[in-house]
């Protein structure tokens, strides 16, 4: 594939693309734009079909960090990382530490964090090749895994939209179809119980089905049976382009809300989700809480101030659907125009 006309290449700033046969690695990291700071995100490792899979991946993932950072107000770029393996086949300690030796050589242009296919322990590997390393474990002094963050952003977010369409009792009594029960989505289960939502799962593997059935009371079903259940709300936990023409019109939810990164397929899904009724809480917008726990970690502000920043997306989710509604735009949208406002006019870029 040819990287300036991949349809994803949004002028990224820079794409590195890693390879150590020592050790097996081949990664790529792509930064999209550091006008706000250095390029922070996660390193997913997954095992892509085809190269052109990883690169469309690593670059639509940067982009919505550089969205991510905007939107939450910090000062931080937007990057991201793929490495290409299958993390419980290929996954070894060498491996990780080659990745921070590529990661050290951008000089501190990228700070990397875990993402799907890694966790805080491969942090720490990393961390023993480059200091530009966040969401080391708690251990070694760092914020730990970052899940449990992101899923309370995740349910203030949904909470949001519920209020803004209306719900009286917001979540209570309503179901919510989870697909997806990692790391995020099986926080988000717990929160969802709390607050007197029904459940309904799905997953590939069974054990963690079966462990939200047994914990949380949830219905499963299987992978492809979760678009079209009878639920109030889809929350994509999983991977991103659940949302196409194959499933947008099987879906019966009201409201779309969920950790995973860039679930519309296309941005004219985010139009089609609007026509349909159906009402979009923002991927990046409701997904920042594991990106600003590393943020205000690095500033040494308190935990409770942190915790403040993740329920205030509930507000910031809510005044970007009400902009929506007044400007009668998608609300992914909405999201768009503000966080770009202000990712272009912040200033100068970083050094190269
Ligand atoms: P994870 O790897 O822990 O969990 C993902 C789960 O989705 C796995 O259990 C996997 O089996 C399941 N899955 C994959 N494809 C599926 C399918 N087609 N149907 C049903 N289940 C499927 O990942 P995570 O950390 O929980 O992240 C979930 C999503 O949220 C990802 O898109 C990630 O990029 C995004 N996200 C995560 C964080 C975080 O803090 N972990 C932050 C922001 C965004």
């Known amino acids: 594939m040819s990287v300036f006309d991949a349809i ?59 969205y991510k950072a905007a939107i939450s107000g910090l000062d931080l770029g937007g990057g991201k990382s793929v490495i290409i393996g299958d993390p419980k086949r290929d996954k070894t300690a ?26 805080v322990d491969d942090m720490a590997e990393i961390g023993k090749e480059t200091q530009h390393v966040s969401g080391l474990p708690e251990t070694l002094g760092g914020t730990g895994d970052p899940s449990p963050a992101t899923a309370k952003g995740v349910f203030m977010g949904m909470k949001a939209a519920a209020d803004h369409a209306g719900w009286r009792g917001g979540l209570a ?24 939502a029904h459940l309904i799962v799905t997953d590939l593997h069974d054990k963690a089905v079966e462990d939200a059935v047994r914990q949380f009371g949830a219905m499963a079903v299987a992978p492809d049976e979760i678009y079209e259940v009878e639920a109030d709300v889809y929350a994509p936990c999983a991977l991103g382009g659940t949302i196409n023409d194959a499933t947008l019109p ?49 500033l040494g502000h308190a935990p ?8 205030g997306i509930y507000d910031v989710t809510r005044a970007i659907l009400d902009q929506a509604d007044k400007l009668d735009i998608a609300t992914s949208l909405a999201a768009d125009r503000i966080a770009e406002e202000r990712f272009r006019h912040h200033g100068p870029a970083l050094a190269a």
Not at 94 to 119: F, N, P, W
Not at 285 to 294: D, H, Y
């Open 8 to 66: 994803d290449f949004d002028s990224h700033e820079k794409i590195v693309f890693c390879s150590d046969p020592s050790t097996g690695l081949r990664a790529i990291i792509a930064i999209h734009n550091t006008t706000r700071g250095p390029a922070l995100g996660g390193c997913r490792m997954w095992p892509y079909g085809h190269e052109d899979d990883a690169l469309k991946d690593v670059l639509r993932l940067s982009r919505g960090m550089t």
């Open 173 to 196: 009594g309503r179901t919510v179809a989870v697909q997806g029960l990692g790391s995020v989505g099986s926080h988000l289960c717990r929160l969802l119980t709390d607050a007197g």
């Open 94 to 119: 060498t491996l990780m530490r080659s990745m921070g030796r590529a990661i050290e050589r951008l000089a501190g242009r990228y700070i990397v964090a875990e993402d799907v296919g890694t966790t």
């Open 250 to 298: 099987r879906l019966k939810a009201w409201i779309v809300a969920g950790s995973a990164n860039n679930p519309l397929a296309t941005a004219s899904h985010g139009d089609d989700l609007r026509r349909r009724g159906i009402l979009y809480a923002p991927d990046y917008v409701i997904n920042a809480g594991g990106l600003i726990t590393v943020a205000e970690a690095s």
């Open 304 to 311: 409770e101030t942190t915790a403040r920043k993740i329920d």
